[in-house]
């Protein structure tokens, strides 16, 4: 247990619905990344945090997704009008700010399946 | 960021040692190298992580020669609960870690 907690960790969901996914990183960490991850893939970053701000979003992260971290804390990723594409490992992230060779520590993921 | 090469599949036995080399020609002077750990359906787990010449921890060595374009990830006697896929990333503190496929390790009896 790396002390990232993802939930729920399996998510199923039929297509043109919306689902949110939640993040808690460690309490000292103040980075929080999100990626996805299909089989056989290694992860693809999405976006990331530093406090309660949106620092980077790849272009991966269309307009139907959105990221937040209202209090600096825990996350969320919603995800707007799902599609079968969207069916992957939703990974969680974080790290502190001063370690400056990034080691991030991971969640084990939300799986979302959508139908 | 620099790009990494690793071998997509590698096969071992039990107690054998294993050495994973990672390409990284384009590494920049103040890129750490850094590697993970994937078992199926969880997320990546840090490793090891270096600089230059060697690191070692409870888990792993990681051997970097003088021009820093490779590293060696080695697992001592290894066992079937190390069958994983490794993945190498170059990165100076960068937010968007770039994880390449890796290298799926397969641990025989």
């Known amino acids: 247990d790396t002390g990232v907690s993802q939930d729920p960790r399996h998510k199923i969901t039929k297509r043109g619905q919306n689902v949110t996914f939640r993040c808690d990183p460690i309490?000292?960490?103040?980075?929080l990344y999100w990626y996805r991850q299909t089989l056989g893939q290694g992860p693809e970053f999405l976006t990331y945090?530093?406090?309660?701000?949106?620092?980077?979003k790849s272009r991966l992260l269309s307009d139907r997704f959105s990221a937040e971290r209202p209090k600096g804390s825990f996350s969320t990723l919603e995800i707007q009008r799902t599609e079968q594409g969207d069916s992957a490992m939703y990974l969680c992230?974080?790290?502190?700010?001063?370690?400056?060779?990034?080691?991030?520590?991971f969640g084990a993921g939300t799986r979302l399946s959508v139908l | 960021l620099a790009k990494t090469t690793q071998p997509i599949s590698m096969d071992s036995y039990e107690g054998q040692e294993v050495n994973i080399t990672c390409s990284h020609n384009?590494?920049?002077?103040?890129?750490?190298i850094t590697w993970y750990q994937q078992f199926p359906s969880q997320g990546p787990r840090f490793i090891i992580q270096?600089?230059?010449t060697k690191v070692t921890n409870e888990v792993a060595s990681l051997f970097i020669p003088a021009d820093r374009k490779s590293s060696t990830l080695s697992l001592p006697r290894v066992s079937l609960s190390d069958t994983a896929v490794y993945y190498c990333?170059?990165?100076?503190?960068?937010?968007?870690?770039?994880f390449g496929a890796g290298t799926r390790l397969t641990v025989k009896p």
């Open positions: 945090f530093q406090n309660e701000a949106q620092l980077e």
């Open positions: 384009n590494i920049a002077t103040n890129d750490y």
């Open positions: 990333l170059v990165a100076l503190g960068l937010h968007d870690m770039r």
């Open positions: 270096g600089y230059k």
């Open positions: 992230a974080s790290s502190l700010v001063g370690d400056n060779q990034n080691i991030q520590y």
């Open positions: 309490s000292e960490h103040n980075r």
